[in-house]
């Protein structure tokens, strides 16, 4: 049996922060493959920068052969040992360098070439740069030029032989293929598995009192600027009593700046793995405006807690929530009104309730299928 290059660099933090999704993907199928078939991989990452603790427990458990990526190039380590795969759960251009061995990717979506911008981005600046950066995205040429660039990014999936790609929905998969018409191969999907690992009925719910949730707020993707004036109004209208978790905002935020009843709004900047899932627990709903998913974690984290979700049906939302949910339009303030004084009424809190939980029954089974069928994928490499 040959051996797997697991790259856990792309797990490590980046510019979405300490935590991002494609590195939680990655984790948690570093682990049922490390569970199985430990003894044939190794993994490359950069032994200076943050990691989880349950990727540093599972190298530590299996004493797992780490490269350090502060020392190593990619190519550098493949061309130094003889692996018969590498994996990664995200991608990065110094894979098309490697042409020795096969790479499996899996590729989330196609972010940039879908949605790369949005009138209200500048609200969400950190850095003059990032405000800068949005309104020159809204310049055509520099836009279309910026298209040109990402559609040139991902053109291996056309030319790269030696790299495979799977995907985490239909929705994505269908994206590639109408961006690359010539892909050769098969994409085979695989459901984002499940991030869930703890025992769902120990965990209290964050607070006794009504409150709204929502989540990633600090990136313009997630759109939570037009979910917050809709609530924002609706407190200045009278027509609802409730508090707002907000979770990625500061107080001092462009966002916030424009909002009238602050006292209505709770920031959180930065919470836990517990005390979020508390929060989720606790919501009377989970608001999820978000302009572009490959996949979509935190309707999945709400529902397994039989919380209602008010979201987008944005990308692949629909795909793997069905009518579970309570849908609206992202960019319409008056709709996302409307459902939030739709859910606000007993009855149709309890339909949705009972539904977000026995779709979400279904889609951890196919998850779990799934993550299985991701790592006989990536160990069929080494036959």
Known sequence: MGRILFDLAVCQPNGSGKYHGGGVYGIIVFKALAELYHSYISVYLDVNKFISEEALNIIKKYNIKKYDSSIF??????????????????????????????????????????????????????SIWSFLKSFLKHI??????????????????????????????????????????NVG?????????STCCLDISTIQPYAN???????????????????????????????????????????????????????????LEYVDNNVLESLY????????????????????????????????????ITEICGDSLIYFNPYSINEIKNRLLYLDNKDVLNDYSLRVIEKYEKIAKRQAEDLDKLVNKIVSYLL
């Not at 424009?258 to 920031?267: E, G, R, T």
């Not at 627990?281 to 979509?296: D, M, R, V």
């Open 209 to 267: 009192y009504k409150y709204y949730l929502l989540v990633s707020a600090n990136r313009w993707l997630k759109n939570s600027y037009r979910a917050i004036l809709a609530l924002d109004q609706l407190f200045s209208e009278g027509k609802i009593n409730a508090s707002v978790i907000v979770l990625g905002l500061k107080k001092n935020s462009f966002i916030m700046s424009k909002i009238k009843n602050k006292s209505h709004f709770v920031l």
């Open 281 to 316: 627990k606790g919501a009377y709903a989970l608001i999820y405006p978000t302009l572009n998913e490959g996949f979509g974690y935190p309707p999945l984290e709400a529902m397994k807690y039989g919380t209602p979700v008010l979201s987008s049906p944005f990308s692949a």
């Open 140 to 181: 055509n040429f520099i836009y279309y030029y910026l298209h040109k660039r990402y559609l040139t990014q991902y053109s291996f999936i056309e030319k790269n032989n030696n790299i495979d790609i799977v995907t985490v929905s239909e929705h994505s998969k269908y994206s590639i293929l109408s961006f690359y018409a």
């Open 185 to 193: 191969k098969d994409i085979e999907v695989y459901y984002s598995p």
């Open 73 to 126: 190039t990619l190519k550098d380590v493949v061309v130094k040992e003889e692996f018969s795969i590498l994996y990664s759960p995200l991608f990065k251009t110094e894979y098309l360098a490697i042409k020795d061995i096969p790479i499996l990717l899996t590729i989330h979506g196609l972010r940039a070439l879908e949605m790369n911008r949005d009138k209200y981005e500048y609200l969400y600046s950190r």
